[in-house]
């Protein structure tokens, strides 16, 4: 599976981005695609995750304001973030693998998209 991460921006603080993640392969159906994110100096964290069901776990300061969603006749998750906040500036990976894990130990990985909020 290879992962294209794409719709990343500038936004101002209480703004919208969508971010998609297109993914080459005819099993993607099958797979768990999460969202992780990376700040400067900070440790790559587990933001969002969608399985094979549909079943979403989402981290807790992300609740309310983002909406992970899949297509999967289009080979693609999206990540619709709403009411951004300065602190969501980071670069967002798509992942993906067999099962939804809240840690980064995904077999494939996009190559991230620059999320900036300015304040």
């Known amino acids: 599976v290879q992962l294209q991460a794409s719709g990343g921006g500038l936004v101002r603080t209480g703004g919208s981005l969508r971010l998609s993640c297109a993914a080459s392969g005819r099993t993607f159906s099958t797979f768990a695609v999460a969202w992780f994110r990376q700040a400067p100096g900070k440790e790559r964290e587990f933001v969002v995750g969608i399985n094979w069901n549909d079943g979403t776990v989402y981290t807790d300061s992300v609740k309310g304001r983002f909406t992970i969603s899949r297509d999967n006749a289009k080979n693609t998750v999206y990540l619709q973030m709403n009411s951004v906040k300065p602190e969501d500036t980071a670069v967002y990976y798509c992942?993906?693998?067999?099962?939804?894990?809240?840690?980064?130990?995904?077999?494939?990985w996009g190559q991230g998209t620059q999320v900036t909020v300015s304040s």
């Open positions: 992942a993906a693998d067999r099962m939804l894990m809240r840690t980064p130990h995904y077999d494939y």
